[in-house]
């Protein structure tokens, strides 16, 4: 993805980028001072499961077809999801023991920790779908979607297929649910509808289907304007999701244009989105604690600083902690693999 779609990488931090926002209007709002919020971070959500969806496509084209490649497929994807993401929550888990009072929304219940572990729909404290580690609301929709692809996987169905005929139905049904319905319903979202945008336009570009570069570049330009511009705000979800599609498919098909003018440590901040959606509600939330106790009445600095302390330990946690640990766990999956591989070879020339 850094080398061959860096305009991506780069919509990958400009969506975690908008989410930081809103939880820093957020978090000083709540902490310190009430300000208004920036409400169309919240759209970077979106834009980062049309991104996924758009890479699952493109990074498993080797694997369609392929003898095991649903294995392949998981395993590298949990490897990507899991590991950091179990850190987080374990050090929630600590500042709740070690804290009186400190951590918000949540409680300490057994069965809520373990399905926020385990990426399951989960109640809080204020009766809402979200896990021990609040952002990790959006990776049970991940992991459900990587489910749903590793199925289609390994019975040779078409994923974008597949994945559609679950989709479309609970998008459908996002209209009707109600409290009654089991905790399942937390997957009944128009959101969902993003990862098949990613999907199609993956598809559109896998199969030379891209649009001429300055009607491409527009369409970046309009996307990012529509998501992010707080003037747009009120349209609704289904609008925003096709604003996605726009933004992605546009970034793809004049990629080759774009990524000439992207400074390397835009790429960077790329790779480390991840982390940065990860680590800045354990971050950021200390800047406004600070200012409230020091009584700075700044709202605005205490914005930027949320912002600037979350990047910068975004970037620390990214080189020191994500990229070796993902190193060190790809590596002994990829001996394992050549190890399998030789094994067969063997048994294969004996036989």
Known sequence: MSQKYASLQT??????????????TFYTSERYINI??????????GL????????????????IGMPGGWKTFLKKRLIRIVPIYFLFNILKVVVMFASNGL?????LDIPYIIKSFFFLPALNADGKFFPLYGVGWTLNFEMFYYLLFTIALASKKN??????????????????????????????NILVLNFIYGMLAAWLITG???????????????????????????QPKSIVGLATFILIYGAASADKQISRYLPSFVIFLGGA??????????????IPTL???????????????????????????????????TAVLSKRFDKRQKQKVNKELFELKAS
């Open 11 to 24: 919509l990958r931090f400009i969506a975690a980028f908008a989410v930081l926002i809103t939880h820093s």
């Open 36 to 45: 208004p919020l920036y409400d169309n971070g919240v759209n970077g959500v």
């Open 48 to 63: 980062f499961f049309t991104i996924s969806g758009f890479v699952m496509i493109i990074s498993s084209q080797k694997l």
């Open 103 to 107: 951590v918000k929304h949540t409680v």
């Open 159 to 188: 994923p974008i297929i597949f994945t559609s005929f679950f989709f479309i139905p609970l998008a459908i049904l996002s209209f009707y649910t109600n409290k009654t319905w089991p905790d399942v319903r937390f997957y009944c």
């Open 208 to 234: 030379k289907k891209t649009i001429v570069v300055p009607v491409a570049l527009l369409m970046v330009v309009a996307g990012l304007c529509f998501l992010f511009i707080p003037a747009l705000n009120s």
């Open 273 to 286: 989105s991840y982390s940065l959606y990860l680590i800045h509600p354990t971050i950021a939330p200390i």
């Open 291 to 325: 200012f409230n106790k020091l009584h700075i009445s700044t709202p605005m600095l205490s914005v930027a600083g949320c912002i600037v302390a979350a990047i910068v330990s975004a970037c620390i946690f990214y080189k020191l902690v994500e990229l070796p640990l």
